[in-house]
């Protein structure tokens, strides 16, 4: 079982939706990173968080730490959204502060 | 905020050639990250790059396959050596300042013939 769990791994939504993707981990952590990647292949931090709640433009993002649980939430969604995000942790027993990756999650948002 | 570059952006290269990846940052950073995102598959860290010493290597990956030059705190490189389609790959620069931010680089997009 990976130390980070994604779902879905694939996402369609139409334009305008709101959109949840998901992010389990098994391991604490010091902190938990949401990342971007576009079609190709270069990746945007979105966000860092270790607990509480982060909002940047149309972008929400959550974390419960006793949970090990975060989401990324995007409201009104665009096409300009379409784009592989990564959840990635920072185990706390992580030497050099190593990230560790989820899968991804594929969203396609259609106009 | 930082801002990485990479060079090439892309490659095609025959098997058992090397090539190697330069990485520019605009501004002083002590850790620098390269990883490799095979097909359809997440980010793996290959290794830490740190200015003055040798690179730390994850497991399953080796100095001889993927020799990593540090010679001062904006810039690194990444050679990838006798390669094979395996190799094929988005190989990334990384760094991270605190536990703020995570910066990568665009990527070079590598196809081995």
């Known amino acids: 079982k990976n130390e980070v769990e994604q779902s879905p791994q694939n996402l369609t939504a139409q334009e305008g939706e709101f959109i949840t993707i998901n992010c389990s981990y098994s391991v604490g952590i010091s902190a938990l990173h949401w990342l971007q990647q576009h079609p190709g292949g270069g990746i945007v931090s979105l966000f860092m968080?270790?607990?509480g709640k982060k909002k940047h433009g149309r972008l929400i993002a959550t974390i419960n730490i006793q949970e090990k649980h975060s989401s990324l939430h995007i409201t009104a969604s665009h096409p300009r959204d379409s784009a592989v995000y990564i959840c990635a942790v920072i185990p706390r027993r992580s030497y050099g502060n190593k990230l560790v990756f989820g899968a991804g999650t594929i969203l396609r948002v259609k106009s | 905020s930082a801002v990485i570059s990479q060079k090439p952006s892309r490659d095609i290269c025959q098997r058992g050639t090397s090539l190697t990846i330069q990485c520019q940052v605009d501004s002083q950073v002590t850790m620098m990250f390269w990883y490799r995102q095979q097909p359809g598959q997440s980010l793996t860290l290959i290794a830490t790059a740190n200015q003055g010493s040798e690179a730390t290597y994850e497991s399953g990956f080796v100095i001889d396959k993927f020799p990593i030059s540090r010679p001062n705190l904006t810039f690194s490189t990444l050679t990838v050596s006798n390669m094979s389609p395996e190799d094929s790959s988005i190989y990334l620069c990384s760094l991270r300042t605190g536990y703020d931010t995570q910066y990568f680089g665009p990527g070079t997009r590598l196809t081995v013939l």
């Open positions: 968080l270790s607990s």
